[in-house]
């Protein structure tokens, strides 16, 4: 039985009904109910009064009355009735009519007073909580209808479970695949490299002296310069050096007006990347030099000789088909 069919019934078997904010109900005591077995229809319910009044709390005996026919605890049933009134409350302070059925009608006038309009008597049948056989499973709770479990919220919980662990997969897969990457190193590559340092000059003037020297009078020492070289580079490994690459690397010279620059394709403390990088360039015989400093930078670059006017198209050029950023430096 719903909230305020009970109010209604209180109200027949008690003769008073007091409902805190709203005011006190009084039956006439020479009212006379209908009955179910009366089949007398709908009956004006004419001895029913109301009276505005302060009501502090419910009535401890409604509380009980409402908790025995709803089967629910006395808390909870003071919490429901609580809800009802104040919902009616507010239904009055806007200016709409409340609706209490068996009982009749509450609206609120200008004064701020409220005005009763008397309904029809209710003919409800009352459950019996005291014979369990006569209730209906279900008929626990008088105002709560069935109560669907809402499936659209699991599903969206469960898409968003599947989304964050697929997330999770690809990020775990790309930083593997960066730290492979980082850390993969060509079995030739100390073996293809040559890092080429700044005194290049120094050693392309040595190397040319060395090559124009006279052959006579001193082809006994050269013969066996080459064997002791060889040996030294068979007996100590920790001295071989990497092999030269097959493309001729050179410095251009600059012509009148133009400066040699140096165009950085690539800067990383990362050796392995570097080696590959710069071999990857040779192997497209381009003229690509590397410069380390310190063991802790490697640098590629291409030493181009240009006016200082060209070096931001040729800057833009490189980056374009290096996909790089490109620093100059002279």
């Known amino acids: ?29 020479s009212a006379t109910i209908p009955q179910e077995s009366d089949r007398l229809g709908h009956v004006p319910a004419s001895g029913i009064t109301f009276k ?22 006395k808390s909870l049933a003071a919490a429901d009735l609580d809800f009802f009134l104040t919902t009616g409350r507010q239904l009055l302070n806007i200016g709409k009519p409340f609706y209490l059925e068996g009982i009749g009608t509450l609206l609120k006038n200008k004064d701020g007073r409220l005005d009763f ?47 964050l662990v697929g997330g999770l997969i690809v990020i775990a897969w790309g930083g593997y695949y960066l730290y492979k990457r980082n850390n993969y190193t060509e079995s030739t590559a100390e073996n293809r490299a040559r890092v080429i340092p700044e005194s290049t000059t120094t050693q ?15 082809t006994g020492g050269q013969a066996t310069a080459p064997k002791d070289t060889a040996l030294a580079r068979t007996t100590n490994p920790a001295t071989i050096q990497p092999a030269p690459p097959t493309t001729v690397q050179h410095t251009p010279v600059p012509e009148a007006g133009q400066s040699l620059w140096r165009f950085v394709i690539l800067q990383t403390p990362n050796k392995n990347h570097a080696l590959r990088r710069y071999n990857q360039l040779l192997g497209y015989q381009l ?30 050029s490189l980056a374009d088909v290096y996909a790089a950023h490109v620093s100059i430096e002279q």
Do not use: W
């Open 1 to 29: 039985m719903k909230l305020p069919q009970l109010l209604s019934q209180f109200l027949y078997q008690t003769k008073r009904l007091d409902l805190p904010g709203i005011g006190t109900f009084t039956l006439d005591a």
């Open 52 to 73: 505005n009044a302060n009501i502090p709390a419910a009535d401890d005996t409604l509380i009980t009355y409402i908790k025995e026919h709803t089967g629910k605890m």
């Open 117 to 163: 309009t008397p309904g029809e008597y209710l003919i409800p049948k009352l459950e019996d909580l005291h014979h369990p056989e006569r209730r209906s499973p279900g008929a626990t709770s008088f105002d709560e209808p069935p109560r669907e479990e809402p499936t659209g919220s699991n599903v969206r919980q469960t898409l968003l479970l599947i989304g």
């Open 204 to 218: 392309r003037a040595d190397t040319t002296t060395l090559s124009s020297a006279p052959a006579t009078g001193s």
């Open 287 to 316: 003229n690509i030099h590397m410069e380390q400093k310190d063991s802790s930078l490697f640098k590629l670059y291409f030493p181009i000789a240009a006016a200082i006017k060209d070096t931001t198209h040729i800057k833009d």
